[in-house]
């Protein structure tokens, strides 16, 4: 099975994708049916401290699925992330948000303002899993306004080596399942193919299209048992 998180060369390059966000009312009973219907199975995550919400994480190697949801109604009210998620819960949607990966997240900061995008500031992020390993990140957003976006942050893994979420064990429904290709929708699709290709390059990671509606549209996987859409 192809590889996708890594270059040519074996080496990860500048940045890659690293996961996509789908929203859940309930994360015991959003992950029970996410099985049901897909045959990817979720392990417990853990919970956001001051956003409000809590996750499933559904391991694809060094890249995952993200099952959130909210679990603090006033803690989520006053994040972004809470804000999104329960919007995308009540407009019905597939998806939340889909991220980036990158190894130097203040150099891809610097590289997107010299595009002249305007950003908010890096925020640090942190959450316990089960077995008390505490993982540590940051994120940048690169829009950060509360609508649906296609545009993914970004985030720095500040973790050892072996501790990213997708690395963790998976009994999905027909073995393993790696992350193909993230579609986005995007009412201005020149702008976001823009930004894609300069952190991404020419890559069949992403595709952008033009769409009514931003945001994520379809998540295709490559599984032992054939291509799998989720969309």
């Avoid at 192809?2 to 309930?26: M, R």
């Avoid at 897909?38 to 919400?53: D, N, Q, S």
């Avoid at 997107?112 to 500031?121: S, V």
């Amino acid at each position: 099975m192809p590889d996708f998180t890594q270059s040519v060369e074996g080496l990860e390059p500048p940045t890659v994708v690293d996961h996509v966000l789908l929203p859940v009312a309930d994360l015991e009973v959003g992950a029970q049916r996410f099985y049901e219907r897909f045959g990817l199975k979720g392990i417990p995550g853990g919970r956001h401290p001051g956003v409000g919400t809590a996750n499933v994480i559904v391991p694809l190697g060094l890249q995952y699925l993200e099952l959130i949801a909210v679990v603090d109604q006033g803690e989520a009210a006053s994040s972004r992330l809470g804000g999104r998620v329960a919007r995308a819960l009540k407009e019905g949607r597939m998806f939340v948000a889909w991220a980036l990966r990158t190894q130097d997240l203040d150099a891809v900061r610097a590289r997107i303002q010299g595009a002249g995008w305007d950003l908010p500031p890096i925020v640090e992020g942190s959450r316990k899993r089960p077995d008390g390993q505490v993982l540590r990140w940051r994120t940048q957003d690169v829009e950060a306004g509360p609508e649906p976006s296609a545009v993914p942050f970004v985030i720095e893994w500040r973790i050892p080596d072996g501790l990213h979420p997708g690395e963790a064990g998976s009994s999905h429904r027909d073995g393993s399942a790696a992350l193909r290709r993230v579609v986005v929708g995007a009412r201005d699709p020149r702008r976001v193919r823009d930004l894609l290709e300069m952190l991404l390059g020419d890559s069949v990671s992403y595709e952008v299209r033009e769409a009514r509606l931003d945001g994520v549209q379809r998540v295709v996987l490559e599984t032992t048992g054939g291509e799998l859409v989720l969309e």
